[in-house]
């Protein structure tokens, strides 16, 4: 299996699997659904959420594909999380909309994904041309967190000041805003989505060591930026991420685990007719 994929499913905390399965399962009592459903996930990773989250909230199904920019994490998801009603793609649509995709889709889900794309706006008019009228997005995933923030921090310091550079260009732009209600919905409006329901939830993740907290930063982090630092730096370079995130709502507990402290995010958006 490839290690990349194996790592990021390995990092993953289970307190977000918990919170995935419970919101599709209110969203989804929601929604309205048709006889035969062709529904999108974007930026499905390894497959494990699509096929063994998302996939059972999925109603009168007729195709479900999972698509994902990253090639390792696709050709794992085909061999590690398969199933008869689902297809996982390459493909980046940021650059490209297959045709025949148009206007075919009654769903499109993003799950932790969004945060990963800077250009809101451009995704957002590229679902709007992939859902049908009165198709739905929903985004779960986190809004505010110490990642943009930290990286911001130590870009700073002369040490790193050449390795870490134009970090706003690698996050989400909701990011950097006062009101992520307000932006959001502007967004969507100017996209041609209604926002149908939106909703911010303070969170805390907690990870048993700082080991396991490194990990899971390096499975989160643009690997654009990461691979800019000189491996025998990377030590280092967490030993001052280490001390700079403690600034923005990471705790180093006493009993050696650490907790993290976030903003969950909820965003259903209606295609308008």
Known sequence: MNPLATQFLSRRPQ???????SKLAFHK????????????????GPGNITRDILLPHCINLKKLIG?????AFVEYANKAFNHENIEYREINLMERIPTEWEGTFHKIFSIFALHCIRDTSQLLKVFHRLL????????????????????KEISKLPQWMEYIQNVEDFFWVVYDCKNPCSTSKKLADASGFDTDFFALTPSTQVFSSKS?????????MPEAIIKRIPSEKLE???????????????????DGTISREIIMLEMCLKSKN
Request: one cysteine or more.
């Open 212 to 220: 396991h907290y490194i990990q899971f930063c390096e499975s989160i």
């Open 236 to 254: 280092h370079f967490w030993e001052d991420w280490c001390e700079i995130v403690q600034k923005h709502r990471v705790t180093f507990r006493p």
């Open 15 to 21: 307190t977000n699997l918990d919170w995935i399965n």
């Open 29 to 44: 009592a929601r929604m309205t659904w048709s006889n035969e459903e062709n529904i999108l996930d974007f930026g499905c």
């Open 132 to 151: 049908k009228p009165g198709g739905y997005f929903l985004a779960l995933g986190v809004c505010t967190e110490e990642v943009l923030s930290s990286f």
């Open 67 to 71: 698509v994902d920019i990253q090639p």
